[in-house]
């Protein structure tokens, strides 16, 4: 499905900040896997999302997606099978535009003159029904605007809109992280849920540790720029945060870890 190829990336390359991130990177990822990524800050995640959509070009190496060579494939191309849902709700939704124009937009991805506002009414209805899985009360709120939403409800909508047209892979990007703990396990659970059902091929960084081996059939450790531990569904299931923080402190990197990681 997924397969970074001997990858390499650096930073303020010949200043005296250079930093080599990635050094002969390799990761292969299955269809329909659910993989949860966790590391410290600069270890690599968020880079590894930044490659994977097209906004940052490995130095060297290739990426391929479904047997697709996609290494040179421009951003807004990526972006027709890929669906990614930021940290910052704001960025997954247009807040001066009501629910309902953002859905409607959602809806029109990957369609001629997607970026309309334009809403057909003869799916009010089906918009409903989709809002109302979430179990907020959002179908009642079609025209209210975004902006007036509370943060979780953003995200909850953010996460819709992300998955409602199906793509082939869906990236989160510590969609959890900042949100207070009990809208933190709303959106978590809704997250389950909908990965789940649709058995949608789903990469999650995350800086909270049970949410990591809760959710999702792989872990995935980065750590300065290389995957120092995989973890399969099997040893998944044996797993709990004491036995995670030891198996960090025998790979030395607790300490790294300690600022940026929640334990429970």
Same mark, same amino acid.
């Given at each position: 499905?997924?397969?970074?190829?001997?990858?390499?990336k650096s930073f303020n390359v010949n200043t005296v900040n250079e930093i080599e991130l990635y050094h002969d990177l390799n990761l292969h990822i299955n269809e329909g896997e659910f993989v949860t990524i966790i590391g410290s800050n600069g270890s690599g995640k968020s880079t590894l999302f930044n490659i994977l959509c097209?906004?940052?070009?490995?130095? #060297?190496g290739d990426i391929f997606f479904d047997e697709d060579k996609i290494t040179a494939?421009? +951003?807004h191309k990526r972006l027709k099978r890929f669906a990614r849902v930021y940290q910052d709700p704001l960025k997954g939704t247009s807040p001066s535009l009501t629910i309902l124009e953002n859905i409607s937009i959602a809806d029109n991805k990957g369609h001629p003159f997607n970026l309309t506002?334009?809403?057909n009414k003869k799916k009010i209805n089906q918009y409903k029904d989709l809002l109302r899985s979430l179990d907020l009360n959002l179908e009642d709120k079609l025209n209210v605007s975004v902006s007036a939403l509370s943060g979780g409800q953003r995200q909850a909508l953010s996460l819709l809109m992300a998955?409602?047209?199906?793509?082939?892979?869906l990236l989160l990007d510590e969609h959890t992280a900042a949100?207070?703990? #009990?809208?933190?396990e709303l959106i978590i659970q809704l997250t389950n849920r909908i990965v789940? +059902?649709?058995?949608?091929?789903t990469l999650m960084v995350t800086h909270n540790l049970k949410h990591a081996i809760d959710y999702g059939n792989r872990l995935l450790m980065f750590h300065k720029g290389q995957v120092i531990t995989d973890i399969d569904a099997d040893e998944k299931k044996q797993l709990s945060v004491q036995k995670l923080?030891?198996?960090?402190?025998t790979l030395n990197v607790t300490d790294d870890l300690s600022d940026t990681m929640v334990f429970a």
């Open positions: 499905m997924i397969d970074l190829k001997s990858v390499y097209g906004n940052v070009a490995p130095d #060297k494939l421009a +951003e506002k334009g809403v998955t409602m047209n199906d793509p082939e892979l949100l207070d703990p #009990k809208t933190s789940s +059902e649709r058995r949608m091929t923080i030891e198996r960090f402190n």
